[in-house]
């Protein structure tokens, strides 16, 4: 993306962290694709700060705030000076005037294992980014809020069906899609 940390908006890093909680629990791992299935770099236009945009269609997690006014003025730039403008080149530190816009990966640019995982993400209602922030360092009132929104789209049961069977046996379940077909 080429920005700094600090460049990306409050809502983004409660997307990026939830995003983190929420695979983690699922024991699934994380990925820049993963995410950026779900997710697509803003055009910040004239602004300097980049958001994320929920993909349509694919719509992970809720925004964590509606609105958030007045928070740049706790934040600080950080950029070189006109004497040394290189001064900071390398470093993640300094906001970009250009950052890089991603677009939403496609389901086919995905990994197999990954594309089984968006797949069955997909398949129902946004979990509280919020919910997920609170809960981050109470693992029972985490896994308490996982649970009840994955038994409530029936998450479970396609997890187990569909998607178990290929993690922890990847050899025989290709060797049975072979011989007996999809």
């Given at each position: 993306?080429?920005?700094?940390?600090?460049?990306l908006h409050?809502?983004?890093?409660?997307f990026?962290?939830a995003?983190?909680?929420?695979?983690?629990?699922l024991?699934?791992?994380?990925?820049?694709?993963?995410?950026?299935f779900?997710f697509?770099?803003?055009?910040?236009?004239?602004k300097?700060?980049v958001?994320?945009?929920g993909?349509?269609?694919?719509?992970?997690?809720?925004l964590f705030?509606?609105s958030?006014?007045g928070f740049?003025?706790n934040?600080?730039?950080?950029?070189?000076?006109?004497r040394?403008p290189?001064?900071?080149?390398?470093?993640?530190l300094?906001?970009t005037k250009?950052?890089?816009?991603?677009k939403?990966?496609?389901?086919e640019d995905l990994?197999?294992?990954e594309?089984?995982?968006?797949?069955l993400l997909s398949?129902?209602?946004?979990?509280s980014?919020?919910?997920?922030?609170?809960s981050?360092?109470?693992?029972?009132?985490?896994?308490?809020?996982?649970?009840?929104s994955?038994f409530?789209?029936?998450?479970?049961?396609?997890?187990?069906f569909?998607?178990l069977?290929?993690?922890?046996?990847p050899?025989?379940t290709?060797?049975?899609?072979c011989?007996y077909?999809p």
């Amino acid at each position: 993306m080429n920005v700094a940390p600090a460049q990306l908006h409050p809502n983004s890093w409660a997307f990026v962290r939830a995003f983190v909680i929420l695979y983690y629990n699922l024991v699934l791992t994380p990925s820049v694709d993963t995410f950026l299935f779900c997710f697509e770099v803003k055009d910040p236009g004239k602004k300097l700060w980049v958001s994320f945009n929920g993909v349509a269609g694919r719509v992970l997690l809720t925004l964590f705030q509606q609105s958030y006014k007045g928070f740049k003025k706790n934040f600080f730039k950080i950029r070189s000076n006109r004497r040394d403008p290189a001064l900071l080149d390398g470093f993640p530190l300094y906001w970009t005037k250009k950052p890089i816009l991603q677009k939403p990966q496609s389901l086919e640019d995905l990994a197999p294992q990954e594309r089984g995982v968006c797949k069955l993400l997909s398949g129902f209602s946004a979990f509280s980014t919020l919910e997920l922030l609170k809960s981050e360092f109470s693992p029972k009132n985490l896994k308490a809020y996982i649970g009840t929104s994955l038994f409530h789209a029936s998450f479970f049961t396609s997890f187990l069906f569909a998607y178990l069977p290929r993690l922890l046996f990847p050899t025989l379940t290709c060797c049975l899609a072979c011989k007996y077909g999809p």
